[in-house]
């Protein structure tokens, strides 16, 4: 911050008169140095304001001086703050010379008088106040003062150490703003020298670019050959020192990450003089690239990507096949490591911003070929899923998509740049072979041209089936002999597609289709319009399936000469594709009818089917025929021959089921899609096939396809596997060889004995060929024939011991699949459950589902395990038991559905889990939900007539009412059942929480219960029991809807029988030191604050005598003893009984508290020093009679006056309670009753003794020893070296104990007399 009292130029006449005018005015410089923008900004706005309303010259002289002085602040955030506001001030004041402040910056901070350690300051406040001057838009019009400020840049330039390129740049920033004539006059004479040594700097040659191009009538060539000997700035004899000063350039901005300005400018420049391909082939690709250096090179990449917008089509065709291109393109392939960095997502946003900003159709193309030709190896560098192509217009997206098919077809790698890593070098497997490059090409292509169809790019409806065409036909057929009939026939591969070809395009054909199936209506027409309101995907504007379409293009393909197929159809799979077509087309006849959902769903599965039987014939032939024959089935209108033959819904099922098993994506989906078109002909036989996939206890003989598939496929690379002799790395994961060793030798013991006694048959043998002589004399012959035996022998061993360990690993496979399989039928079931909540088959599921849940709960905890059992618990709970929607037809099923409640009910009780528990219940709940939202047809028991009063509070007291079809009577005794054995069972799976949420939400069952719960606030099994039944019965009593099944003389005697059940159970209260006595003692005090308080208010005619006694009996210290929650529930149900807590009664009670426990400690030899003294207090306590104060002193009589206090009471050595006695007092003190006629309330001393009490206490606990009397006299501090004073201490000590002694025999010869 600049000194207030500073040396400056402009001099205030007054600086104490405006000192004098407030600190308001003074606070806008403080606030205009500090480090927050924001703060800086509405300080530099409000000092504008105060000076334009004062209009006075000393406050704008003052001003000035200020923001002068702060230029060359210290701290770097307060330096722009003053210049800031320095522009701001004379933009606002034009009558304020410009040359004077110029002027007063140039004295204060003047470089040649400055102090050396000052110089940092005055260069910035030098720099900034040029910058302030700039900025306030009045400096080009001052010639003068612009002058002077170009000098003093000028002189500044030479600070690098503290400046760096600032001055520069700032005079690039002045010249850019000076208008041309200003320039020639003023500028360009004192630049001459700078604009003379372009070649020296790149900031030099910055000045130079910008004035190039911003006065080409003052630096045309004439002047330029004056200035430097050549009248252009791009030429041969200047490409040297260019590419030098490029390279400083790029050197010096590599932490920016951007291209420097003056490389852009060089480039503009090159462009106006007609010499960009010098510049680009020889300063660029000869110059630039060569050094090999991150900065430069990244450098050229980002002039690449920039040039794209300047250049004309032969320019950047010439670029997009240069050096630079070929080295981005090793870029890219060799920077694939996640640590590296990467350039491509850059040069993609250079490449998206020029065809978003380019309307010219040819140049857009050029780029996208020109960077698609890049390749590695035949592999393009610009990824195959780019979202470049949406910028490109139609016409040159169509040209593009023309050129990819073009080269899919006859690919040429003349027109690509193809290159390849040093890496790719090295290992010349792959290298230099065309199919190679070729087939890489393809695959690429075939990817760009699906994924064109997935992109936001605007496209019409013939650009997507032309791709689509061409990806199916290419996929699946050759062609023969070329025909203009078929556009994909018409031009022939120069190089046959083979079979890896064939089903890469094949893969993404099926990509392509599943984008197809979830594609927004294309077009601007009304129809297409409206058909996207109403979010339907998959179809043309005019409503055909898109896969409809491609049918019927294979239909053609099938009934041409001039192609074949890739893998020709059978008579019998011809047949079946000839009646599918049929079908869908007797389909699309019913499409306007009422079951249109239904035609929908089959027409949109045969097509499915028909498209798959290109791919795999075999497998897609059995589900095609089952599913041709289900939809004859389906609508044919003749009934159905056998009850035992499965109907189409039940056939529907197994289908979709079986392609639930498939890999695919689309498959799946479309699955789903036709099971919730087919849900509202679901039958119980139908949704029981889906079930028993999830049934836990049918997983053993579940065989699914893709089970099966896996299985073979796993045999084959078994056998493949044993085949290598001590092959160890087999395709078996190492973990689970490794977890897998342990268990295999343990349990193959029988199978070792084997091994062992073949080994030694085997060493026997080697023995016998050698006769009777030693091993050791074996000869060569015996020696390797042995050696092979046994090597035979431990290789059939170790083949056995793997074949296991594959078994295992395939069992282990194997139920992961089925796992996986079961996550994709729980779809289904929550379609089902979502679109069918009103179907009564809803019922059949809750069970299974069930069982899954707590198979799940005890089964193995991995993560799919996981997985499976979230998914099933979060279909139960929100697709079931939380649907809004229930069915409303169950008048038949209302006997089974009362008896699937009690079944529910009673698992739930015999469950040991209580989280499984809880979703037995939460589904009985829902039966019940179903029950009472039902009308039975025969009338049952009408509902009780319901009061004036309660019908208008209660607006939906007749739907609470109402049971529906519930048997009240038989429901009753369900859950009474599990309530009792809730509360009276020690180890029950039933939760408080279970029932509160059955009065919570059925509060017609809150009556019926209600005495249960009562009669188990004292017949509860233990506390814990008793203890929820005072949960519970206070969350009953709360339920405002009770009142409406209760009478009035009902509700009162419910209260009145509470209250005796609470009193009962709080007799049999003891000393509270289990946690399960405070519980109870807490739940209860909980229940009585509701029921007094509904006593109270309610004015009921309730006794509360002997509850009254109860309570007082239990404000003992062995009653709740110390606990402060139990306290305080205590005094609030005390409240409603007319008592109010005492003050300090835990204050009170502390000193008998802690002497109770030394009553008990008479063993034990401590020295005196270490004993603590058994004080107790000075007050009768409950008819007690005093005993003597803490220091042994006996109690003060009552009579004593005030004023009359012993040395030690003034000192606050004496408990407060001892000093001042009140008179006996009435009935009541305090609000505690007088049970006896010489009682004595609790604190009866005054506030200053209180006070003096606490201090008393806190000075104990800061001590360490409450009983020991000497520690409550100051002592004086112990120092080092001072062993008299602690002697003196301790002599202190021993007398107070001698005097201790006496006080006690004195106090036992006094007898306590009562007081009346």
Same mark, same amino acid.
């Given at each position: 911050?600049?000194?207030?009292?500073?040396?400056?130029g402009?001099?205030?006449?007054?600086?104490?008169?405006?000192?004098?005018?407030?600190?308001?005015?003074?606070?806008?410089?403080?606030?205009?140095?500090?480090?927050e923008?924001?703060?800086?900004?509405?300080?530099t706005?409000n000092?504008l304001?105060?000076?334009?309303?004062?209009?006075?010259d000393?406050?704008?002289?003052?001003?000035?001086? #200020?923001?002068?002085?702060?230029l060359?602040?210290?701290?770097?955030?307060?330096?722009?703050?003053?210049?800031?506001a320095l522009a701001q001030?004379?933009?606002?004041?034009?009558?304020?010379?410009?040359?004077?402040?110029?002027?007063?910056?140039?004295e204060k901070?003047?470089?040649?008088?400055?102090k050396?350690?000052?110089?940092?300051?005055?260069?910035?406040?030098?720099?900034?106040?040029v910058?302030a001057?700039?900025?306030?838009g009045?400096?080009?019009?001052?010639?003068?003062?612009?002058?002077?400020?170009?000098q003093?840049?000028?002189?500044?330039?030479?600070?690098?150490?503290?400046?760096?390129?600032?001055p520069?740049?700032?005079?690039?920033?002045?010249m850019?703003?000076?208008?041309?004539?200003?320039f020639?006059e003023?500028?360009f004479?004192? +630049?001459?020298?700078?604009l003379?040594?372009?070649?020296?700097?790149?900031d030099?040659?910055?000045?130079?670019?910008v004035?190039?191009?911003?006065f080409?009538?003052?630096?045309?060539?004439? *002047?330029?050959?004056?200035?430097?000997?050549?009248?252009?700035?791009?030429?041969?004899?200047?490409?040297p020192?260019?590419?030098?000063?490029?390279?400083?350039?790029?050197?010096s901005?590599?932490?920016?990450?951007?291209?420097?300005?003056?490389?852009f400018d060089?480039? %503009?420049?090159?462009?106006?003089e007609?010499a960009?391909?010098l510049?680009?082939k020889?300063?660029?690709? *000869?110059?630039?690239?060569?050094?090999?250096?991150?900065?430069?090179s990244?450098?050229?990449?980002?002039l =690449?990507g920039?040039? +794209?917008?300047? !250049?004309?089509?032969?320019?950047?065709q010439?670029?997009?096949?240069?050096?630079?291109?070929?080295?981005?393109?090793?870029?890219?392939?060799?920077?694939? =490591?996640?640590?590296?960095?990467?350039?491509?997502?850059?040069?993609?946003?250079?490449?998206d911003?020029?065809?978003?900003?380019?309307?010219?159709?040819?140049?857009?193309?050029?780029?996208?070929?020109?960077?698609?030709?890049?390749?590695?190896?035949?592999y393009?560098?610009l990824?195959?899923?780019?979202?470049v192509?949406?910028?490109?217009?139609?016409?040159?997206?169509?040209?593009?998509?023309d050129?990819?098919?073009?080269?899919?077809?006859?690919?040429?790698f003349?027109?690509?740049?193809?290159?390849?890593?040093?890496?790719?070098? /090295?290992n010349q497997?792959?290298?230099?072979?065309?199919?190679?490059?070729?087939?890489? =090409?393809?695959?690429?292509?075939?990817?760009r041209?699906?994924?064109?169809?997935?992109?936001?790019?605007?496209?019409e409806e013939?650009?997507?089936?032309?791709?689509?065409?061409?990806?199916?036909?290419?996929?699946?057929?050759?062609?023969?002999?070329?025909?203009?009939?078929?556009?994909e026939?018409?031009?022939?591969?120069?190089?046959?597609?083979?079979e890896?070809?064939?089903?890469?395009?094949?893969?993404?054909?099926?990509?392509? +289709?599943?984008t197809?199936?979830?594609?927004?209506?294309?077009?601007?027409?009304?129809k297409? &319009?409206?058909?996207r309101?109403?979010?339907i995907?998959?179809?043309?504007?005019d409503?055909?399936?898109?896969?409809?379409?491609?049918?019927?293009?294979a239909?053609?393909?099938?009934?041409?000469?001039?192609?074949?197929?890739?893998k020709p159809f059978?008579?019998?799979?011809?047949?079946?594709?000839?009646?599918?077509?049929?079908?869908v087309?007797?389909?699309?006849?019913?499409?306007?009818?009422?079951d249109?959902?239904?035609?929908?769903?089959?027409?949109?599965l045969?097509?499915?089917?028909?498209?798959?039987?290109f791919?795999?014939?075999?497998?897609?032939?059995?589900?095609?025929?089952?599913?041709?024959?289900?939809?004859?089935?389906?609508?044919?209108k003749?009934?159905k021959?056998?009850?035992t033959?499965?109907?189409?819904?039940?056939?529907?099922v197994e289908?979709?089921?079986?392609?639930?098993?498939?890999?695919?994506?689309?498959?799946?989906?479309?699955s789903?899609s036709?099971?919730?078109r087919?849900?509202?002909?679901?039958?119980k036989?139908?949704?029981?096939?889906?079930?028993d996939v999830?049934d836990?206890?049918?997983?053993?003989?579940?065989?699914?396809a893709?089970?099966?598939?896996?299985?073979?496929?796993?045999?084959i690379?078994?056998?493949?596997?044993?085949?290598?002799?001590?092959?160890?790395?087999?395709?078996?994961?190492?973990?689970?060889?490794?977890?897998?060793?342990?268990?295999d030798?343990?349990?193959?013991?029988e199978?070792?004995?084997?091994?062992?006694?073949?080994?030694?048959?085997?060493?026997? &043998?080697?023995?016998?060929?050698?006769?009777?002589?030693?091993?050791?004399?074996?000869?060569d012959e015996?020696m390797m024939a042995?050696?092979?035996?046994?090597?035979?022998?431990?290789?059939?061993?170790?083949?056995?011991?793997?074949?296991k360990?594959?078994?295992?690993?395939?069992?282990?496979?194997?139920k992961?699949?089925?796992?996986?399989?079961?996550?994709?039928?729980?779809?289904?079931?929550e379609?089902?459950?979502?679109k069918?909540?009103e179907n009564p088959?809803?019922?059949?599921?809750?069970?299974?589902?069930?069982?899954?849940?707590?198979?799940?709960?005890?089964?193995?905890?991995?993560k799919?395990?996981?997985?499976?059992?979230?998914?099933?618990?979060?279909?139960?709970?929100?697709?079931?038991?939380r649907t809004?929607?229930?069915?409303?037809?169950?008048?038949?099923?209302?006997?089974?559905?009362?008896a699937f409640?009690?079944?529910?009910?009673k698992?739930?009780?015999?469950h040991?889990?209580?989280s499984?528990?809880?979703?037995?219940?939460? $589904?009985?709940?829902?039966?019940?939900?179903?029950?009472?939202?039902?009308?039975s047809?025969?009338?049952?028991?009408?509902?009780?007539?319901l009061?004036?009063k309660?019908?208008?509070?209660?607006?939906? $007291?007749c739907? +609470?009412?109402?049971?529906?079809?519930?048997?009240?009577? #038989?429901?009753?005794?369900?859950?009474?059942?599990?309530?009792t054995?809730?509360?009276?069972?020690?180890?029950?799976?039933?939760?408080?929480?279970?029932?509160?949420?059955?009065?919570?939400?059925f509060?017609?069952?809150?009556?019926?219960?209600?005495?249960?719960?009562?009669?188990?606030?004292? &017949?509860?099994?233990?506390?814990?029991? /008793?203890?929820q039944?005072?949960?519970?019965l /206070?969350?009953?009593?709360?339920?405002?809807?009770l009142?409406?099944?209760v009478?009035?003389?009902?509700w009162?005697?419910?209260i009145?029988?509470?209250?005796?059940?609470v009193?009962?159970? =709080?007799?049999?209260?003891?000393?509270?030191?289990v946690?399960?006595?405070?519980?109870?003692?807490a739940?209860?005090?909980?229940?009585?604050?509701?029921?007094?308080?509904?006593?109270?208010?309610q004015?009921?005619?309730v006794?509360?005598?002997?509850?009254?006694?109860?309570?007082?009996?239990l404000?003992?210290?062995?009653?709740?003893?110390?606990s402060?929650? !139990?306290?305080?529930?205590?005094?609030?149900?005390?409240?409603?009984?007319?008592?109010?807590?005492?003050?300090?009664e835990?204050?009170? *009670?502390?000193?008998?508290?802690?002497a109770?426990?030394?009553?008990r400690?008479?063993?034990?030899?401590l020295?005196e020093?270490?004993?603590?003294k058994? %004080?107790?207090k000075?007050i009768?306590e409950?008819g007690?009679?005093?005993?003597?104060?803490?220091?042994?002193?006996?109690?003060?009589?009552?009579e004593? !006056?005030?004023?009359?206090e012993?040395?030690?009471?003034?000192?606050?050595?004496?408990?407060?309670?001892?000093?001042?006695?009140?008179?006996?007092?009435?009935?009541r003190?305090?609000?505690?009753?007088?049970?006896g006629?010489?009682?004595?309330?609790?604190?009866g001393?005054?506030?200053?003794?209180?006070?003096k009490?606490?201090?008393?206490?806190?000075?104990?606990?800061?001590?360490?020893?409450a009983?020991?009397?000497?520690?409550?006299v100051?002592?004086?501090?112990?120092?080092k070296?001072s062993?008299?004073?602690?002697?003196q201490?301790?002599?202190?000590?021993?007398?107070?104990?001698?005097?201790?002694?006496a006080?006690?025999?004195?106090?036992?010869k006094?007898?306590?007399?009562p007081?009346?």
């Amino acid at each position: 911050m600049a000194e207030l009292g500073g040396q400056g130029g402009g001099v205030v006449a007054d600086p104490r008169g405006v000192l004098r005018q407030g600190r308001a005015f003074l606070d806008f410089f403080w606030d205009i140095a500090k480090p927050e923008q924001e703060v800086r900004l509405a300080a530099t706005e409000n000092l504008l304001r105060h000076l334009k309303e004062g209009r006075k010259d000393d406050e704008l002289k003052y001003t000035l001086k #200020r923001l002068v002085e702060g230029l060359g602040a210290t701290r770097e955030a307060a330096r722009p703050g003053f210049s800031l506001a320095l522009a701001q001030v004379l933009q606002a004041f034009e009558e304020i010379p410009m040359c004077s402040v110029l002027e007063q910056i140039k004295e204060k901070h003047n470089l040649e008088k400055v102090k050396k350690k000052l110089v940092r300051n005055a260069a910035f406040g030098n720099f900034f106040g040029v910058v302030a001057l700039f900025q306030s838009g009045r400096l080009i019009k001052d010639r003068k003062a612009l002058l002077e400020s170009i000098q003093l840049l000028q002189q500044l330039a030479h600070h690098q150490a503290h400046l760096r390129d600032l001055p520069r740049k700032t005079l690039i920033d002045i010249m850019s703003e000076v208008p041309e004539a200003v320039f020639e006059e003023v500028l360009f004479g004192i +630049l001459q020298s700078d604009l003379a040594s372009a070649f020296t700097s790149p900031d030099n040659l910055h000045l130079l670019l910008v004035g190039i191009q911003k006065f080409p009538s003052v630096l045309k060539p004439k *002047n330029l050959k004056k200035l430097f000997g050549s009248p252009t700035v791009v030429n041969e004899k200047n490409i040297p020192r260019l590419v030098e000063l490029l390279q400083s350039a790029a050197k010096s901005e590599k932490k920016d990450k951007k291209l420097p300005s003056v490389v852009f400018d060089v480039l %503009r420049v090159s462009l106006k003089e007609g010499a960009f391909e010098l510049f680009w082939k020889e300063g660029v690709e *000869n110059g630039l690239l060569k050094e090999k250096s991150g900065p430069v090179s990244y450098m050229c990449y980002r002039l =690449l990507g920039s040039a +794209l917008p300047l !250049l004309s089509l032969d320019q950047l065709q010439m670029v997009l096949k240069g050096k630079v291109m070929q080295q981005y393109g090793e870029h890219v392939v060799t920077t694939q =490591l996640p640590d590296r960095f990467k350039f491509a997502p850059e040069m993609e946003g250079y490449i998206d911003e020029f065809l978003n900003s380019c309307d010219d159709l040819e140049r857009q193309l050029a780029v996208m070929i020109g960077f698609s030709t890049l390749t590695n190896q035949g592999y393009p560098v610009l990824s195959s899923s780019s979202r470049v192509v949406r910028h490109l217009q139609p016409v040159a997206l169509q040209k593009y998509v023309d050129w990819l098919k073009d080269m899919f077809l006859r690919p040429d790698f003349d027109c690509c740049l193809d290159f390849s890593s040093n890496r790719q070098k /090295q290992n010349q497997e792959n290298v230099n072979i065309p199919q190679h490059k070729i087939a890489r =090409l393809r695959k690429w292509i075939i990817h760009r041209l699906a994924n064109i169809i997935e992109s936001p790019v605007k496209k019409e409806e013939s650009l997507v089936m032309d791709i689509s065409r061409f990806c199916f036909f290419h996929a699946f057929f050759e062609t023969k002999k070329k025909t203009s009939q078929i556009c994909e026939a018409n031009v022939l591969p120069s190089d046959p597609l083979d079979e890896e070809a064939h089903s890469v395009a094949e893969n993404y054909f099926f990509g392509l +289709l599943q984008t197809l199936n979830t594609l927004t209506v294309l077009g601007d027409t009304a129809k297409a &319009a409206a058909l996207r309101e109403k979010h339907i995907h998959g179809v043309t504007a005019d409503g055909k399936l898109w896969i409809f379409l491609l049918v019927e293009y294979a239909n053609k393909l099938l009934s041409s000469e001039h192609v074949k197929a890739v893998k020709p159809f059978t008579k019998g799979q011809r047949d079946a594709w000839e009646r599918t077509l049929q079908s869908v087309k007797n389909l699309q006849k019913k499409e306007n009818k009422s079951d249109s959902a239904k035609v929908i769903a089959f027409q949109q599965l045969l097509l499915l089917m028909a498209i798959h039987l290109f791919k795999d014939q075999s497998e897609t032939m059995d589900i095609l025929s089952d599913l041709l024959n289900c939809t004859e089935k389906a609508f044919s209108k003749e009934p159905k021959k056998k009850k035992t033959e499965p109907g189409w819904v039940e056939v529907m099922v197994e289908i979709l089921l079986s392609l639930l098993a498939q890999p695919s994506l689309l498959v799946r989906r479309i699955s789903k899609s036709v099971f919730v078109r087919i849900c509202p002909n679901l039958t119980k036989r139908g949704l029981q096939l889906i079930l028993d996939v999830l049934d836990p206890y049918q997983e053993q003989n579940e065989e699914s396809a893709v089970v099966v598939m896996e299985e073979s496929e796993k045999k084959i690379k078994s056998a493949q596997d044993t085949d290598e002799e001590g092959s160890e790395d087999s395709s078996d994961e190492g973990d689970t060889e490794e977890e897998n060793d342990s268990e295999d030798e343990e349990k193959n013991e029988e199978v070792d004995d084997d091994f062992r006694t073949q080994l030694m048959n085997v060493l026997q &043998a080697g023995n016998a060929l050698g006769g009777d002589e030693s091993d050791e004399e074996l000869d060569d012959e015996a020696m390797m024939a042995l050696d092979k035996n046994i090597s035979a022998l431990f290789a059939e061993q170790q083949k056995r011991i793997q074949a296991k360990k594959d078994e295992k690993d395939r069992m282990r496979k194997e139920k992961i699949l089925r796992r996986d399989f079961k996550i994709k039928v729980l779809d289904l079931i929550e379609a089902f459950l979502t679109k069918q909540s009103e179907n009564p088959l809803v019922f059949d599921v809750i069970e299974p589902l069930l069982r899954v849940i707590e198979q799940c709960m005890s089964s193995d905890s991995d993560k799919q395990e996981i997985d499976f059992l979230q998914k099933t618990a979060n279909i139960f709970k929100n697709s079931l038991c939380r649907t809004k929607q229930y069915c409303k037809r169950v008048d038949a099923l209302k006997e089974d559905l009362h008896a699937f409640v009690e079944r529910l009910v009673k698992k739930a009780c015999k469950h040991t889990d209580s989280s499984v528990a809880l979703y037995y219940f939460s $589904a009985s709940l829902y039966l019940l939900k179903v029950l009472r939202g039902n009308t039975s047809d025969k009338s049952s028991t009408p509902a009780t007539p319901l009061p004036e009063k309660q019908s208008n509070t209660i607006p939906q $007291a007749c739907q +609470l009412l109402s049971t529906g079809c519930l048997d009240m009577e #038989r429901v009753t005794v369900i859950y009474q059942q599990a309530l009792t054995q809730f509360l009276t069972k020690r180890n029950s799976a039933l939760t408080s929480s279970m029932f509160h949420d059955l009065f919570r939400r059925f509060p017609i069952m809150c009556k019926p219960l209600v005495d249960t719960l009562v009669k188990s606030i004292t &017949a509860g099994a233990r506390q814990h029991q /008793q203890a929820q039944a005072c949960l519970l019965l /206070q969350k009953v009593l709360l339920l405002r809807e009770l009142k409406l099944f209760v009478t009035e003389e009902e509700w009162e005697e419910l209260i009145r029988e509470s209250i005796s059940q609470v009193t009962e159970s =709080l007799k049999m209260v003891g000393k509270c030191i289990v946690k399960a006595d405070k519980e109870k003692v807490a739940k209860s005090l909980e229940l009585l604050n509701i029921l007094l308080k509904t006593v109270t208010e309610q004015k009921l005619r309730v006794k509360l005598t002997e509850l009254d006694k109860v309570l007082v009996a239990l404000n003992q210290p062995e009653g709740i003893g110390n606990s402060a929650r !139990l306290d305080s529930l205590y005094w609030n149900v005390m409240r409603w009984l007319n008592y109010t807590k005492p003050k300090k009664e835990k204050t009170a *009670n502390k000193p008998a508290q802690e002497a109770e426990p030394l009553k008990r400690k008479k063993k034990g030899f401590l020295p005196e020093t270490k004993k603590r003294k058994n %004080r107790k207090k000075g007050i009768e306590e409950n008819g007690v009679a005093p005993v003597a104060s803490e220091d042994g002193e006996p109690a003060a009589p009552e009579e004593q !006056l005030l004023g009359t206090e012993t040395p030690k009471q003034k000192k606050g050595l004496v408990p407060s309670s001892s000093k001042h006695k009140n008179r006996n007092r009435g009935v009541r003190e305090n609000g505690v009753p007088v049970t006896g006629s010489g009682e004595e309330a609790v604190n009866g001393g005054d506030a200053v003794a209180d006070k003096k009490k606490k201090k008393k206490n806190m000075n104990r606990k800061r001590k360490g020893d409450a009983g020991n009397e000497a520690e409550q006299v100051p002592a004086a501090k112990k120092t080092k070296g001072s062993v008299s004073q602690e002697i003196q201490q301790k002599q202190g000590k021993a007398n107070q104990q001698k005097q201790g002694k006496a006080k006690k025999k004195r106090k036992e010869k006094k007898t306590p007399v009562p007081q009346e």
